[in-house]
């Protein structure tokens, strides 16, 4: 489910740029592309279709009053919206520095980015644990000297996030900013402004429609973020236990609840990312 | 008048961009409120010479002073930043922020040279009000016709105060009949600008008119240098020729002949001797079925190779064969001359032109 969300993310949020590109009009649609789509689509469609169709309506209200739920979707929530932050914060400067700078090995730089992209998550929670583990490279030197430990606290939630949701930020707004003409910033430098200047002036305005399409999908990314997270985090409720985690644990013992669970997050995603189309992409 | 002036006034600088299968290599020295055109080809370094100006393209040699300020010079290792250099640019596609109002376009230099915010936005609706855009202030760029974001760009190449003023092709976005207007109208402001004014395009009317002396390039190299009036009297180059609409020919001079091709001298009426130059418009060619008597002496036969409609007129390209082999011709002939003579591709005809119509002078 949580990969559903992203993939649906990454193309609803393409289509307003595809919207010039008419199609040919006329012509019979070859059934060799049609019936793998159908198949594709239908397949795509019907573990979602399930989900309505075995949720258990009736005890719904019951299995949502619990306190349980909402502590997990809150948690879900803040600890998905941190990431995000901190993906914004570091990752497009990131993406500025790969887009518009050269310097040695930029383009491993640039591999070592989306690695995460490709990164089984529970790789990168182990990764994670010998980096900033009690133990871990700089983990150990966090501990000893600040007394910050991550691991198997909500702040370890947040950077698991970050770990898988980054990358898809980076990216995104890597790629607009390589579609944006560099010669405004140019024009920007002409009139005086240094380059810091362009970026916050000219630049940043005219890729935000990149960067908030990019930190949607780490957004998604972050809300789904499973593995990384239980192997960093843990799954401690009202701590570390985000709404997959609690979907996931649910399903062992109470099928129904987990259901009911899932449902509330797929609540959440469509709508978080339905009102940010309307909102961002109106002004494409 | 130059005599008044100090030679630490206005631009000196000899731009060195080597860039491997390329290299420019332009001297230009412009004095204040003087205009300044780099005339040439597509491809031949005009732009890069204005980005070198700019500082958006660094030198590799040579040097960039401006009122005697060195701006950049690679020997002494001396680079003065885009953003530090007293200068205005307006782009060939005018580069207007898009998210941002005319107003905010115009207020952006001044804000990035640390003005007030309300100062800086007087400042740009008064540049906005002298280019008759004061409605337009709160309009963005998109909203505008081109000849409206044609002058926004020029306020906001202005707000900053320049003293090297940069147009790169800055009629080129318009379409024709915007074009007109603009050009009028640039050239007011240009007149009226005190600093030290260049720009760069590929159109000899828009040079001609806008400034008050061309510089051409070609290849990275300049080829011709001088008043407008010079340069369309006196071409120098195949492309400056087609540019002013003459036919050029190199030769050798003794006396009244510049010998052109090895069996063909023309009969000029200015007394040479050595390399020269002969320059006649298309217009003061005849074309003869059969070779025309005496009367005509600068005579050669041709074969036509292509034909064009030219204003009211029919511009017939030939090459020259026998004595004059090689020798490219245009020739400017009435629709009904041309039907007369029953020309086409191909024909052989001969061409002459009158000694009284050409203009010879030294290479």
């Given at each position: 489910?949580?990969?559903?969300?992203?993939?649906?993310?990454?193309?609803?949020?393409?289509?307003?740029?595809?919207?010039?590109?008419?199609?040919?009009?006329?012509?019979?649609?070859?059934?060799?592309?049609?019936?793998?789509?159908?198949?594709?689509?239908?397949?795509?469609?019907?573990?979602?279709?399930?989900?309505?169709?075995?949720?258990?309506?009736?005890?719904?209200?019951?299995?949502?009053?619990?306190?349980?739920?909402?502590?997990?979707?809150?948690?879900?929530?803040?600890?998905?919206?941190?990431?995000?932050?901190?993906?914004?914060?570091?990752?497009?400067?990131?993406?500025?520095?790969?887009?518009?700078?050269?310097?040695?090995?930029?383009?491993?730089?640039?591999?070592?980015?989306?690695?995460?992209?490709?990164?089984?998550?529970?790789?990168?929670?182990?990764?994670?644990?010998?980096?900033?583990?009690?133990?871990?490279?700089?983990?150990?030197?966090?501990?000893?000297?600040?007394?910050?430990?991550?691991?198997?606290?909500?702040?370890?939630?947040?950077?698991?996030?970050?770990?898988?949701?980054?990358?898809?930020?980076?990216?995104?707004?890597?790629?607009?900013?390589?579609?944006?003409?560099?010669?405004?910033?140019?024009?920007?430098?002409?009139?005086?402004?240094?380059?810091?200047?362009?970026?916050?002036?000219?630049?940043?305005?005219?890729?935000?429609?990149?960067?908030?399409?990019?930190?949607?999908?780490?957004?998604?990314?972050?809300?789904?973020?499973?593995?990384?997270?239980?192997?960093?985090?843990g799954s401690f409720p009202g701590r570390t236990q985000t709404m997959p985690l609690a979907v996931y644990l649910a399903l062992q013992d109470d099928p129904a609840a987990?259901?009911?669970?899932?449902?509330?997050?797929?609540?959440?995603?469509?709508?978080?990312?339905?009102?940010?189309?309307?909102?961002?992409?109106?002004?494409? | 008048?130059?005599?008044?002036?100090?030679?630490?006034?206005?631009?000196?600088?000899?731009?060195?961009?080597?860039?491997?299968?390329?290299?420019?290599?332009?001297?230009?020295?412009?004095?204040?409120?003087?205009?300044?055109?780099?005339?040439?080809?597509?491809?031949?370094?005009?732009?890069?010479?204005?980005?070198?100006?700019?500082?958006?393209?660094?030198?590799?040699?040579?040097?960039?002073?401006?009122?005697?300020?060195?701006?950049?010079?690679?020997?002494?290792?001396?680079?003065?930043?885009?953003?530090?250099?007293?200068?205005?640019?307006?782009?060939?596609?005018?580069?207007?922020?898009?998210?941002?109002?005319?107003?905010?376009?115009?207020?952006?230099?001044?804000?990035?040279?640390?003005?007030?915010?309300?100062?800086?936005?007087?400042?740009?609706?008064?540049?906005?009000?002298?280019?008759?855009?004061?409605?337009?202030?709160?309009?963005?760029?998109?909203?505008?016709?081109?000849?409206?974001?044609?002058?926004?760009?020029?306020?906001?190449?202005?707000?900053?105060?320049?003293?090297?003023?940069?147009?790169?092709?800055?009629?080129?976005?318009?379409?024709?009949?915007?074009?007109?207007?603009?050009?009028?109208?640039?050239?007011?402001?240009?007149?009226?600008?005190?600093?030290?004014?260049?720009?760069?395009?590929?159109?000899?009317?828009?040079?001609?008119?806008?400034?008050?002396?061309?510089?051409?390039?070609?290849?990275?190299?300049?080829?011709?240098?001088?008043?407008?009036?010079?340069?369309?009297?006196?071409?120098?180059?195949?492309?400056?020729?087609?540019?002013?609409?003459?036919?050029?020919?190199?030769?050798?001079?003794?006396?009244?002949?510049?010998?052109?091709?090895?069996?063909?001298?023309?009969?000029?009426?200015?007394?040479?001797?050595?390399?020269?130059?002969?320059?006649?418009?298309?217009?003061?060619?005849?074309?003869?079925?059969?070779?025309?008597?005496?009367?005509?002496?600068?005579?050669?036969?041709?074969?036509?190779?292509?034909?064009?409609?030219?204003?009211?007129?029919?511009?017939?390209?030939?090459?020259?064969?026998?004595?004059?082999?090689?020798?490219?011709?245009?020739?400017?002939?009435?629709?009904?001359?041309?039907?007369?003579?029953?020309?086409?591709?191909?024909?052989?005809?001969?061409?002459?032109?009158?000694?009284?119509?050409?203009?010879?002078?030294?290479?």
């Open positions: 489910m949580t990969d559903d969300t992203t993939t649906a993310a990454a193309g609803f949020l393409d289509a307003p740029g595809n919207r010039q590109r008419r199609a040919r009009t006329g012509g019979r649609v070859p059934v060799a592309l049609v019936l793998p789509a159908l198949i594709g689509l239908a397949f795509l469609l019907l573990p979602l279709v399930a989900l309505l169709i075995r949720a258990p309506w009736r005890s719904l209200p019951d299995q949502l009053a619990g306190a349980a739920v909402w502590q997990a979707l809150r948690l879900s929530l803040q600890t998905a919206t941190l990431a995000t932050a901190a993906s914004l914060l570091f990752g497009v400067p990131l993406a500025w520095l790969l887009a518009r700078t050269e310097f040695p090995g930029r383009r491993l730089v640039r591999a070592l980015v989306t690695l995460p992209l490709v990164l089984p998550p529970v790789v990168g929670g182990v990764a994670l644990l010998l980096a900033l583990g009690r133990n871990g490279v700089v983990g150990r030197w966090l501990d000893t000297a600040f007394g910050i430990t991550l691991p198997f606290t909500t702040s370890g939630v947040v950077v698991a996030e970050t770990f898988v949701a980054m990358p898809f930020l980076v990216i995104t707004v890597e790629g607009t900013l390589r579609a944006a003409d560099a010669r405004y910033e140019e024009a920007a430098a002409t009139l005086g402004a240094s380059r810091f200047t362009a970026f916050r002036r000219v630049t940043l305005p005219m890729i935000a429609p990149g960067v908030a399409a990019g930190a949607v999908l780490a957004w998604a990314r972050a809300l789904g973020e499973f593995g990384a997270t239980i192997t960093f985090a987990a259901v009911a669970l899932s449902l509330v997050l797929l609540a959440v995603s469509l709508a978080v990312l339905a009102g940010l189309r309307e909102r961002w992409t109106g002004a494409l | 008048m130059s005599t008044s002036l100090t030679k630490d006034e206005g631009l000196d600088a000899r731009l060195v961009l080597d860039r491997g299968t390329f290299t420019l290599d332009v001297e230009l020295t412009v004095r204040p409120g003087e205009v300044l055109a780099l005339l040439g080809p597509n491809g031949a370094g005009k732009t890069t010479a204005l980005r070198a100006l700019a500082g958006l393209a660094p030198l590799t040699g040579g040097h960039l002073r401006l009122d005697g300020e060195t701006l950049e010079d690679p020997a002494l290792r001396r680079r003065t930043a885009p953003e530090g250099r007293p200068v205005g640019v307006v782009f060939q596609d005018y580069l207007l922020f898009p998210h941002l109002t005319a107003l905010e376009n115009v207020a952006f230099g001044p804000r990035c040279h640390g003005m007030p915010r309300a100062a800086a936005r007087e400042l740009a609706a008064g540049l906005l009000d002298r280019m008759g855009l004061a409605d337009h202030a709160g309009a963005k760029p998109r909203r505008l016709s081109g000849g409206q974001a044609q002058r926004v760009a020029l306020a906001r190449a202005l707000a900053t105060g320049p003293r090297l003023l940069l147009l790169d092709e800055p009629l080129a976005a318009l379409d024709a009949r915007a074009r007109l207007d603009v050009r009028a109208e640039l050239r007011r402001h240009l007149a009226a600008f005190e600093a030290v004014a260049v720009l760069v395009t590929h159109d000899p009317l828009d040079a001609m008119v806008l400034a008050d002396r061309l510089v051409v390039v070609e290849q990275g190299r300049v080829v011709q240098e001088g008043t407008p009036a010079e340069i369309a009297r006196r071409p120098r180059t195949d492309y400056i020729a087609r540019l002013v609409g003459l036919n050029l020919y190199r030769g050798d001079a003794a006396g009244h002949t510049v010998r052109v091709a090895p069996g063909l001298g023309l009969t000029t009426t200015e007394t040479l001797d050595g390399p020269a130059f002969v320059a006649f418009p298309p217009s003061s060619v005849t074309l003869h079925r059969e070779r025309p008597d005496s009367s005509a002496r600068n005579a050669w036969p041709a074969e036509v190779t292509g034909m064009e409609s030219h204003g009211d007129q029919l511009r017939v390209a030939l090459t020259g064969s026998g004595p004059a082999a090689g020798l490219p011709l245009a020739a400017d002939l009435t629709p009904v001359a041309v039907a007369e003579l029953l020309l086409a591709p191909g024909v052989q005809v001969w061409a002459s032109v009158k000694a009284a119509q050409t203009h010879s002078y030294p290479a």
